[in-house]
């Protein structure tokens, strides 16, 4: 079948690799908002182009994988180039041999399980190590500087933040959810207290958007709509989704544990309060287009997804 033509994708690869002849092309289906293009050289390494109607996403998002290579440890696809085409923003990275974790975690042995999950606990500390924000919210760039959000002053702001972050994840989960939607903004309207110090929070660090080899992981992709905000509200959420989501209860609290000890690894854990997990699971129940995230791989269908969701706020509301 012949590949149909793509302008934009030829303009960009003749900025990055203008004396190289492609030999085929693999679009990536990535679930998010990005076009995610795998382009294969007959003479060259192969890179991922990634586009986005919106240049400012791709502007962040280069400038977040960058400063994370420079860093940490972390392993992401190195950066290329970044740019704008027809108002159109796009990155290039280098491509990262590895299989899509979501698809092989529930395969893996236990022992690797532990070991993955130890990593993303570890990563996600490196990011909390290095890492610094005046504010909550998305992140950003200030004249060229990644930034975040209103400068915080006191607890009130994060109060506000985080309330304003919670109710609007509650308020989007169905009317499955009514029963206990009341308790549930309760709980996270108790959260106050100083203002917590302001760190990344990678919106979707999970397995899904990781690539494993070997036992190890290989890359962590897509870090767009990362946030800052406080540590324990990025734990609660990415342990979620590494400890619950694919495995049966009894091998969540091992893989919870273990990436809990990944993270001590590299710097104090924070206190994790039921206002942070109700707040980070309201999150991650929907998606950005309204529908039900599917826990499981295979995923489970969408009347057992709501009941997972559903018992997992419950626990968290006893």
Same mark, same amino acid.
């Given at each position: 079948?012949?590949?149909?033509?793509?302008?934009?994708?030829?303009?960009?690869?003749?900025?990055?690799?203008?004396?190289?002849?492609?030999?085929?092309?693999?679009?990536?289906?990535?679930?998010?908002?990005? /076009?995610?293009?795998?382009?294969?050289?007959?003479?060259?390494?192969?890179?991922?182009?990634?586009?986005?109607?919106?240049?400012?996403?791709?502007?962040?998002?280069?400038?977040?994988?960058?400063?994370?290579?420079?860093?940490?440890?972390?392993?992401? !696809?190195?950066?290329?180039?970044?740019?704008? $085409?027809?108002?159109?923003?796009?990155?290039?990275?280098?491509?990262?041999?590895? $299989?899509?974790?979501?698809?092989?975690?529930?395969?893996?042995?236990?022992e690797i399980k532990r070991r993955l999950a130890?990593?993303?606990?570890?990563?996600?500390?490196?990011?909390?190590?290095?890492?610094?924000?005046?504010?909550?919210?998305?992140?950003?760039?200030?004249?060229?500087?990644?930034?975040?959000?209103?400068?915080?002053?006191?607890?009130? $702001?994060?109060?506000?933040?985080?309330?304003?972050?919670?109710?609007?994840?509650?308020?989007?989960?169905?009317? !499955?959810?009514?029963?206990?939607?009341?308790?549930?903004?309760?709980?996270? /309207?108790?959260?106050?207290?100083?203002?917590?110090?302001?760190?990344?929070?990678?919106?979707?660090?999970?397995?899904?958007? !990781?690539?494993?080899?070997?036992?190890?992981?290989?890359?962590?992709?897509?870090?767009?709509?990362?946030?800052?905000? !406080?540590?324990?509200?990025?734990?609660?959420?990415?342990? #979620?989704?590494?400890? $619950?989501? #694919?495995?049966?209860?009894?091998?969540?609290?091992?893989?919870?544990?273990?990436?809990?000890?990944? #993270?001590?690894?590299?710097?104090?854990l924070p206190v994790v309060r039921p206002a942070?997990?109700?707040?980070?699971?309201?999150?991650?129940?929907?998606?950005?287009?309204?529908?039900?995230?599917?826990?499981? #791989?295979?995923?489970?269908?969408?009347?057992?997804?709501v009941a997972f969701h559903r018992r997992s706020?419950?626990?968290?509301?006893?």
């Amino acid at each position: 079948m012949t590949t149909p033509p793509d302008p934009s994708l030829d303009r960009i690869l003749s900025q990055i690799r203008p004396d190289r002849r492609v030999d085929n092309t693999t679009t990536v289906e990535t679930g998010n908002r990005k /076009r995610t293009t795998i382009v294969r050289f007959v003479d060259d390494e192969p890179v991922v182009v990634q586009r986005t109607a919106d240049p400012a996403v791709a502007r962040i998002e280069a400038a977040l994988v960058s400063v994370i290579a420079e860093r940490t440890a972390v392993p992401v !696809a190195p950066l290329l180039a970044s740019g704008t $085409d027809s108002g159109e923003g796009w990155l290039v990275t280098s491509f990262v041999e590895g $299989d899509d974790l979501h698809e092989r975690f529930v395969d893996l042995g236990g022992e690797i399980k532990r070991r993955l999950a130890a990593a993303f606990g570890r990563h996600l500390a490196e990011l909390h190590d290095a890492f610094r924000f005046g504010g909550y919210g998305p992140v950003g760039l200030e004249d060229g500087r990644l930034a975040a959000g209103r400068q915080q002053s006191g607890g009130d $702001d994060w109060q506000d933040w985080f309330v304003g972050f919670a109710e609007t994840s509650i308020e989007r989960l169905p009317a !499955a959810f009514d029963s206990i939607r009341p308790r549930l903004q309760e709980t996270v /309207r108790i959260e106050t207290g100083n203002a917590p110090p302001s760190r990344l929070f990678p919106w979707d660090l999970r397995p899904g958007n !990781a690539l494993v080899g070997d036992g190890q992981l290989t890359a962590l992709v897509d870090w767009e709509g990362s946030l800052a905000a !406080a540590p324990a509200l990025s734990v609660a959420k990415t342990e #979620y989704l590494v400890a $619950d989501w #694919y495995v049966p209860p009894e091998q969540a609290d091992v893989l919870r544990a273990a990436f809990r000890a990944g #993270y001590r690894s590299v710097r104090s854990l924070p206190v994790v309060r039921p206002a942070h997990r109700v707040a980070a699971i309201a999150d991650t129940a929907v998606d950005s287009r309204g529908r039900v995230t599917t826990p499981r #791989y295979p995923p489970i269908d969408r009347e057992a997804a709501v009941a997972f969701h559903r018992r997992s706020l419950e626990q968290t509301l006893r």
